[in-house]
């Protein structure tokens, strides 16, 4: 099996880009996905198979891939946007990895 | 729509066992995996395993194996985990999920996600 690794928090101002990196040895060849997990809530999909945005998400959120990194964009951030965001994998085995997690923080 | 609705908070004394409900609507429910993921307080997700409504096979993450188990009642379209042998680190809250399609393997995302059962160990 193998890691994901997110940074342990991202901050930015209301209205600027706010960008979350996952990087791990298995990415390049299975897919990312991520999800937004606010205070007392279960996780929401965000984007699945690396770039796609999942139903009623909002347009600012996007996603990209390159090599063992997946990014998460968050476009003209809004005060909403506040949670943690998860990547998460699959390994060759078909065991299911998550990221350690990243909060994000509108300053 | 989808939905899944999972069982109520347990209090349970180490070394007890608890038994953990998600009752699945809104979908065929033979069609899709169902996974199990737990949080433990301030911290982050950790994949406990998967169960195939057809057949009720499972995998489970090498670290719970002897002490997981994930069935299914099909007749009622509800999944189960239990979890014993309870330890301190297993207090967290335990989330039900959907996952990919049964006709195209286990690879896919989890959504949606059940409300989440907050499973306290105490003695």
Known sequence: SYELTQPPSVSVSPGQTA?????GDGLPKQYAYWYQQKPGQAPVLVIYQDTERSSGIPER?????????????ITGVQAEDEADYYCQSTDSSGIYLFGGGTKLTVL | QVHLEQSGAEVKKPGASVKI??????????NYYIHWVRQAPGQGLEWMGIIKPTD???VYTQ?????????????????YMELSSLRSEDMAVYFC??????ETGTAGWFDPWG???LVTVSS
């Open chain 2, 97 to 102: 999920t959907r996952g990919g399609a049964v």
């Open chain 2, 115 to 117: 409300q989440g059962t």
């Open chain 2, 63 to 79: 670290k719970l194996q002897g002490r997981v188990t994930m069935t299914r009642d099909t007749s009622t379209r509800t999944v």
């Open chain 2, 56 to 58: 009720g096979k499972t």
């Open chain 1, 19 to 23: 960008s979350i990196v996952c990087s």
């Open chain 2, 21 to 30: 409900s998600c009752k699945a609507s809104g979908y065929t429910f033979n």
């Open chain 1, 61 to 73: 959120f996007s996603a990209s891939s390159s090599g063992t990194e997946v990014t998460l964009t």
